[in-house]
Every structure is written in C-alpha cells, then in structure tokens.
C-alpha cells in the first residue's frame, strides 16, 4: 500500500495534469453551454368584491376559489397555450427549429418548458394559489411570455365567461318571453271563453224569451178565440130573451111583472151574471171590435216586458268591449314580476372585460442566475472526477509495472 501511495507521488504530474485537462473542459462546457433560466409568477384568488357585480346578477354565480381554478384550467390548457404561441410567433421565434414546423417546436416547449404548480391534493384546498413556471434559454424572453401568457390567459376566460353570461340571460329572457306569452294565450283564450259564454248566454235567452213570447201570443188568440165564442153563445141567448140592453134578473123581473122602473134597485149577489144580461148590442159590438183586432200584445203588459228584454238583448255591451280592448297586455295577470325581470336582465351588463378573476401574487421576473450550467458544481465535480481519472490512470500504470517487474 505504501508502494502505491509512493507511486501516486512519482506519478503527481500525471494526476495533476489529467485533472487540470477534465478541469479544463468542464471550464469550457460551462463558457460554451447556453444558460437556461427559469422564471415564475403566482396567482392567488380575487378578492370578493371583483366579483360582486357578477354574482349579485342572480345569473351566474363564481365564488373566488372558483375564478381561480378556471383560470388555472386555462392556462394547463393545450389549446390556450397553442393560440397563445400563434398570436404571438414573434415571442417564440427564437426556438423555432430548423426541420421542423412550428407546431412541433411548440410541442417540445409546451412539454418541457411550462410546468403548473397546483397546491398538494393532500391538503384539501385546490384553490388557495397556482404557480406558473417557465423552464426558458436566455435568447427567449421569458418573463415577457410568461406574464403575457397569464394576462392572455385570463382574458380568455374573462371572453369565456362574457359569452356564458349572454346565453344564460338570453336564454332567461326567452323563457320569460314564452311564459309572457303564454299568458297572453290563456288570456285570449280565457276572453274567447268568455264571450263564448256570454253570446251563448244571449242567445239561449233571446231563445226562450222567443218562446215565451210566441206562446204568450198564442195564448192571447186562444183566450180572444175563446171570447168571441162565449160572445157568439152570449148573443144567440140575448137575442132568444130579447135583451138588447144590459140588463140584471131583478130587472127583467120587475118589467114582465109590469112594476114602474122609477126608482132604485139596489142588488147584491155572489156570483157573477150571465155575459148575456150585457145584452145583445154591446155583445155584437165587442165581437166586431175582436173580429176586427190584428194583434193581442197590448192585451198584456207581459208582451212589452218581453220586447225590452229582446231589445237589450241585440247588444252586449260586455261582449262590445271585451272585443274592442286593443292593449290586451294591461289584462294580463301576474306578469308584473315577469316584465320587472325582463327589465332587470335586459340592464345588465355583460362586459366582463374588466372582471377579476384572479390576483397576481407576483408578477414573473427576470432572474438574476441561470438554473443551468450550474458552473461552479460542474467544475467542482470536474476537477473530482479529474482527480479519480488521475489517481485511475496512476493506478492502472502501478500494477502494469509491478506485473513488468515480476515476470
């Protein structure tokens, strides 16, 4: 062991020299390598007010924890990062590769270089930060991507939640549209039944009132049919006893018994006389003037009753005005509520362009240090490893000679 140990010193150029040369060349990896820096931003949750004015819209709820586990959806987003690379090929040109198309040179800087730090799963709130890292050579402008890429970022989703906010009230606004509708439906409805009901109302009165009064009619024939039949008997019977005037039985008895007719006679009876006690001529008469008579409706005071009502009848005032409404929508009930939030949707506002999402912690910075060439480990290492190649090398020719010396 100690002739080896005194080899080393024999051979202390070798090794200095061989870890001088490894030295050497880590010295001039690390001036050649091409540093590569990385850079950060963080993101945490909005503060309630900044979004206030969207949640009390009673249209679209977005707690704040919310916001930010939209936003860091779209920044792991491939399809964002891809449009954010194409609206902005001046920021990447610097990694655009030769043979191949810029697409696939964004593959591999989408894969490797971009990394979203999420909080741990373990801990239960997904929500409390997000850290976006860039991974970046120093001929790209990192934190200009960086924190260009968040702001793109957010106001896609700010654009996002615009375009939801529209349909989501214009959608309101079309259901609200259907049930006012809806009302005016039943309300026509609802008057058509009415009028409906009013006019068949009408109509089935004006029907039996018609009958009434065509029965009533015929009544009053029958009855002056029936009277002029009694007169005719009343006549013949007058005629056959001579009575020409009227006249009563105490009469007709005291002139056959010859007693004067001066004087008066006073005579009471329960029953009523004979019609032909009225006599002969004032029974022809009232017989020609019922002959002679074309209609009986002055006979009774029902027949006249029974014409107002028909007259009333021929107009419906109800039913003029109910068809004469031009503003059906003063009628509608319970559409107030309705109309107020038709009213209510149609004043929001659904530029979202300034809403806040999430805070920015901190903004992505330029770092004062590379990641990579770690220089002063690699030379370190170098200098190390030039040391064992050396102690190798000193070793291998030690043995070398030794086996030289026994053979």
């Given at each position: ?286 017989r020609a003037a019922l002959l ?116």
């Open positions: 062991m100690l002739d080896l140990f005194h080899s080393f010193w024999q051979q202390k150029v070798l090794i200095a020299v061989t870890t001088a040369a490894v030295a050497a060349i880590a010295v001039g990896y690390v001036l050649v390598a091409q540093p590569v820096y990385q850079a950060s931003t963080l993101l945490r949750p909005a503060a309630i007010n900044e979004l206030d004015a969207l949640n009390r819209s009673e249209v679209y709820t977005l707690p704040p924890s919310d916001a930010l586990l939209k936003v860091g959806a779209a920044l792991d987003s491939y399809e964002t990062r891809l449009n954010y690379f194409r609206a902005h090929p001046e920021l990447f040109e610097p990694l655009q590769k030769k043979g191949m198309t810029p697409e696939q040179s964004f593959e591999i800087f989408n894969r490797d270089a971009i990394n979203l730090i999420r909080p741990d799963p373990k801990s239960g709130d997904l929500s409390s930060f997000l850290k976006l890292q860039l991974t970046y050579p120093d001929s790209v402008n990192g934190p200009q991507i960086l924190n260009g890429f968040v702001e793109y970022a957010i106001n896609n989703q700010r654009a996002q939640i615009s375009a939801d906010l529209k349909v989501i009230i214009n959608n309101r606004l079309r259901e609200l549209d259907e049930k006012i509708n809806a009302a005016r439906s039943a309300y026509r409805s609802d008057k058509d039944a009415e009028i409906a009901g009013l006019v068949e109302g009408d109509t089935l009165q004006t029907a039996k009132l018609k009958d009434e009064l065509k029965a009533l009619r015929l009544q009053l024939r029958t009855e002056r049919s029936d009277r002029i039949a009694q007169l005719q008997e009343a006549i013949a019977i007058a005629n056959s006893l001579g009575i020409t005037q009227p006249t009563t039985p105490s009469a007709m008895a005291a002139a056959t018994q010859g007693t004067s007719s001066r004087g008066m006679r006073t005579e009471i009876t329960s029953q009523a006389l004979p019609l032909y006690f009225m006599g002969s001529k004032a029974l022809e008469a009232e002679k008579r074309t209609s009986d409706d002055f006979t009774n005071e029902k027949v006249s009753d029974i014409a107002k009502k028909l007259q009333m009848l021929e107009v419906n005032r109800q039913v003029e005005m109910l068809g004469k409404r031009t503003n059906e929508d003063l009628f509608l009930k319970n559409i107030e509520p309705l109309r107020a939030e038709v009213a209510r949707l149609g004043g929001l506002n659904t530029d979202m362009s300034r809403l806040g999402l999430a805070s920015i912690d901190r903004k992505a910075q330029t770092p004062l240090d590379p990641i990579k060439p770690k220089k002063g480990l690699i030379v370190g290492l170098a200098v190390v490893l030039g040391l064992l190649l050396g102690f190798g090398i000193a070793t291998v020719r030690y043995f070398v000679r030794q086996r030289r010396e026994t053979l």
